[in-house]
């Protein structure tokens, strides 16, 4: 997931006095929707069919791909090659079973819990309480929503990033040097009777069954960040008080920001040359997804790139950047990429969950003593949105900038 989204959202917000914004500034203040990139003038500009989408390409008939799409040979997948840090068999992520969060084996799975965060950064999460009817409809809403007229799709193409409703391609639309063999639709979701006016009308079920979708993945995450706060010690399971700290994570988080991002991966010609997203991480704390059974995440495991095997029905979730501040680096935010076939569409939905744009991120106080100090300086977004103003986000390159140096590290210290 390109990391600035969920910042630079709000970016019109940033010179405003925080204590006394309204959440409908968001939505007053939002730019109208830039005119679609289809009938304006632009076919004839160099690049603007790219803009139109990797699906626009492949429905146009496609036997190579083009030039803007090829990797440099050291970027490349390099399935075919014998020195290829790329492992051929499957990735089988730690498996945690929701139902049991709730039940007498809660401590066991408190503890496969803290064991997959920190040495993964990834697991699958089954038995997770969301029926296999919303499932499937938001499955099927998405691949419907992709299959409408290239018309429909364009009214909500636009490169403002600040648009509560975004159809676009690639990674980073505005900065990518290579472009990524993806489309995507992008939507701001919490609070929702905010967004939802804004989502597409068309399919005439797409509102319905994505709001369902989206509040019930949201209680999800919420009940996730509190099992991961008992994992990491921070919350006692029996406490019949809860603590400061539980209630202003949880309630930062219960009023934080939500972004649902649908994924297409249409088939490619030459699928060795390109990459359907680059290795990143995800700003952010979790990242649900919601995969279908092709193949194409992968994730950076030991200092190589192993593909995950998808399970049906379940959820791919993983540590995003604000967790392993806030873990103080116990808990890892790990590099994935997705890459693509030549055979097969793959669609995929992702559901980012985060703080509210006005909060600071650091580590927690009950992580930090003498012999595990503080290892990140606190950030928010504004730090975000100042560092990815100037550069192209890539890697996990904004968490390194957070990382406090061993002399940062002791000045940091010696003053809490």
């Known amino acids: 997931i390109d990391q600035g989204e969920m910042v630079i959202t709000y970016t019109n917000a ?17 730019p109208q929707m830039t005119p679609a990139m289809v009938g304006n003038g632009e076919s004839d500009t160099p690049g603007s069919q790219y803009q139109k989408g990797v699906k626009q390409l492949v429905d146009n ?4 791909i083009p030039k803007r799409y090829i990797l440099p040979p050291s970027d490349r997948p390099a399935t075919n090659s014998e020195d290829s840090n790329v492992v051929k068999q499957n990735l089988e992520l730690p498996i945690i079973d929701f139902s049991e969060l709730l039940g007498p084996k809660r401590q066991q799975v408190l ?26 409809s938001m499955r099927d ?7 409408l007229p290239f018309e429909e799709r364009a009214k909500y193409m636009t490169t403002d990033m600040r648009a509560p409703v975004r159809c676009g391609t690639s990674f980073s ?8 063999w993806r489309d995507f639709l992008k939507l701001l979701c919490h609070p929702l009777p905010d967004f939802l006016p804004h989502w ?12 369902t979708y989206a509040e019930e993945t949201r209680d999800l995450f919420l009940m996730l960040m509190e099992a991961i706060q008992e994992s990491l010690g921070i919350i006692e399971g029996n406490e019949e008080e809860e603590t400061e700290e539980k209630d202003n994570i949880l309630k930062d988080l219960e009023d934080g920001s939500q972004m649902m991002v649908f994924n297409l991966y249409p088939p490619c010609p030459e699928p060795d040359l390109t990459l359907g997203m680059p290795p990143h991480s995800d700003y952010g704390f979790l990242t649900l997804l919601l995969q279908d059974q092709v193949q194409g995440l992968q994730v950076h495991f030991q200092g190589q790139w192993f593909t995950v095997q998808p399970i049906n029905n379940a959820f ?12 103080n680096g116990k808990y890892k935010s790990v590099l994935h990429r997705v890459m693509v076939n030549a055979e097969k569409k793959r669609t995929s939905v992702a559901s980012l969950h985060s703080l509210p744009f006005n909060c600071t991120v650091r580590p927690s106080p009950k992580l930090i003593d003498q012999a595990n100090p503080k290892r990140y300086a606190d950030t928010n977004f504004h730090t975000f949105l100042a560092y990815v103003s100037t550069r192209e986000s890539k890697r996990k390159d904004f968490l390194d900038s957070r990382k406090l140096t061993s002399t940062c590290l002791q000045e940091e210290n010696n003053f809490h």
């Open 141 to 147: 809403v998405s691949g419907r929503f992709f299959d």
């Open 111 to 136: 503890q496969s819990l803290a064991n997959a965060c920190e040495e993964y950064g990834f697991f699958q999460l089954v038995n997770h309480g969301i029926s296999d009817d919303v499932i499937s």
């Open 14 to 30: 940033l010179n405003m006095d925080l204590k006394h914004m309204e959440r409908t500034f968001y939505i007053e203040k939002l």
């Open 173 to 180: 639309q505005t900065k990518d040097t290579v472009l990524c």
């Open 200 to 211: 597409p009308a068309s399919p005439l079920d797409f509102r319905k069954v994505v709001a």
């Open 61 to 64: 008939g496609l036997h190579t």
């Open 316 to 327: 791919v979730v993983n540590v995003g950047d604000h967790l392993e501040i806030y873990s």
